[in-house]
């Protein structure tokens, strides 16, 4: 209770009616300001991507030639990862406290309070990521240039992994082993984003345009935002009348 | 108009006309697919270029024609749970479900066999493989997720949900995996051209795609029978049925 008046959450009055865009404000920062609260949450993702990329070197080869090549691939499948890992805790607490079933009885429509907090997952894991991603560029010793390329397609790539993962927690929740069952769904889910980050680049390293590919990852973020939410939001709907 | 729809929609209705269809989908799909099967294997010319190898054509390319429209024919059976709540098209995806797996696997599985002699590799990462494995991962998740939830008004509508988004995904899938491959390695290896082929392969080509529809159809109603009568177990007209042919 204490938490639900500290943190803001929109309350419906019979008189005055909250605006969508500041329903959506209201779950995005109280989303933000929870997960601070308990800031090892969102440390661990990070030390897990971190953790993923120190076994290729070692469980591979440690040799410059293959790290170039390989690099970009190591390090978006652990970013792919480490934002599979994070999805659990995207609508876990709130499922268990009652504070989704009270986000689906709001009057604003349910699809934007769910893209608001799948916002507030990317800003939690995914930006985190990219702003990690340069220092281990560097230690698979990809070029400048590459490196360049990578924090841009993984800052255009992870909200659509953020986005299409909402939908996968929201299907799997409140059931047993749901861990391992998201990441069965989600998965092939993710490929054309996989590809597509590390064919980015791939090509800035063979030094050809990278324009065509960066506008194809552009418009799955454009797909993923305007049609994703509605998904989850369906799925969540599910999931809460089956609890 | 909503007579029909509604009367569509009813599993004890449903029962009765897949019990009469039932044994003509089978007879006529047995004989198609065995004619096709035999008239491909034993009577076709041999291929200039692959000998005889290339004869498992007549079970690849029905079980992988067959996988993607299973997958199409689920979401559309998906969209119907969701909009209309029928109960009888959510029986239809949980049911068809490992069907369509059962096909791709069987699509990769020969695609593999044909490969050693043709390619000389049981695997290669080419669009089309890749993009059938990841249509297998799509089926088992399906069936994990219709695994996990108990309660069957929401297993089915969780399933729906996630069978359209993976419908939306597949075009997607599809055209980056090909890309992909065009990116990363030449197309060393091609599939013989299709058109070139004359009609005695053709024909039983046909047959025996045509022949599998018909026993997929067969398949469908049996499957969905069982999981009618175990769903709607506790109403009197399975309990009558059942008596029925106890007695």
């Known amino acids: 209770m204490t938490m639900a008046s500290e943190t803001k959450l929109p309350v419906r009055t019979s008189e005055e009616s909250v605006s969508a865009l500041s329903a959506m404000k209201a779950v995005f920062s109280r989303d933000l300001k929870t997960a601070f609260r308990q800031p090892q949450d969102l440390l661990n993702p990070l030390l897990f991507f971190v953790m993923v990329v120190t076994l290729f070197p070692l469980g591979v080869s440690p040799e410059v030639s293959f790290l170039r090549e390989a690099g970009s691939g190591i390090l978006w499948v652990a970013a792919l990862l480490s934002v599979l890992l994070s999805l659990d805790h995207l609508y876990r607490h709130d499922f268990d406290d009652g504070t989704l079933e009270q986000l689906v009885l709001q009057p604003q429509p349910l699809f934007l309070l769910v893209l608001a907090k799948s916002l507030a997952h990317w800003v939690l894991t995914g930006l985190p990521l990219v702003m990690l991603a340069p220092v281990l560029g560097v230690m698979v010793h990809l070029e400048g240039n590459s490196v360049a390329i990578l924090c841009l397609t993984l800052l255009i790539g992870t909200p659509v992994l953020s986005l299409i993962g909402s939908i996968g927690a929201a299907l799997t929740l409140g059931l047993r082993s749901a861990g391992v069952l998201l990441s069965l769904l989600i998965i092939p889910l993710y490929i054309p984003v996989l590809i597509f980050g590390t064919g980015t680049v791939m090509a800035a390293s063979e030094s050809a345009p990278v324009g065509g590919q960066l506008a194809l990852m552009g418009a799955f973020l454009v797909l993923a935002l305007t049609l994703a939410p509605f998904a989850s939001a369906a799925a969540l709907r599910i999931s809460l009348s089956n609890s | ?247």
């Open chain 2, 1 to 247: 108009m909503w007579q029909i729809f509604h009367k569509l929609g009813s599993p004890k209705w449903f029962f009765g006309i897949a019990s009469t269809l039932m044994p003509w989908l089978l007879v006529a799909g047995a004989a198609l697919l065995m004619t096709g099967i035999v008239w491909g294997l034993v009577f076709a010319p041999q291929d200039y270029l692959q000998g005889n190898s290339y004869r498992i054509i007549f079970i690849h390319v029905p079980s992988a024609f067959l996988a993607q429209s299973v997958y199409i024919m689920m979401a559309v059976a998906a969209l119907v749970t969701l909009v209309w709540r029928m109960k009888l098209a959510d029986v239809f995806v949980t049911a068809v479900a490992p069907v369509g797996a059962v096909l791709t696997f069987l699509a990769l599985f020969t695609g593999a066999v044909w490969g050693k002699p043709t390619w000389g590799t049981w695997w290669i990462w080419d669009a089309r493989l890749t993009s059938m494995l990841i249509l297998l991962f799509l089926y088992f998740g399906v069936m994990a997720l219709g695994a996990a939830i108990s309660d069957e008004k929401s297993s089915a509508r969780a399933v729906a949900v996630l069978v359209l988004v993976g419908v939306v995904n597949i075009p997607i899938i599809k055209y980056s995996v090909e890309w992909w491959n065009t990116l990363h390695q030449p197309a060393t290896f091609k599939l013989t051209e299709k058109p070139s082929m004359p009609a005695e392969m053709w024909v039983p080509l046909l047959l025996s795609v045509l022949g599998l529809y018909l026993i997929f159809g067969w398949l469908a109603c049996l499957r969905m029978q069982t999981h009618i009568l175990a769903r709607e177990g506790r109403t009197r007209w399975v309990k009558e049925l059942v008596q029925a042919r106890e007695n």
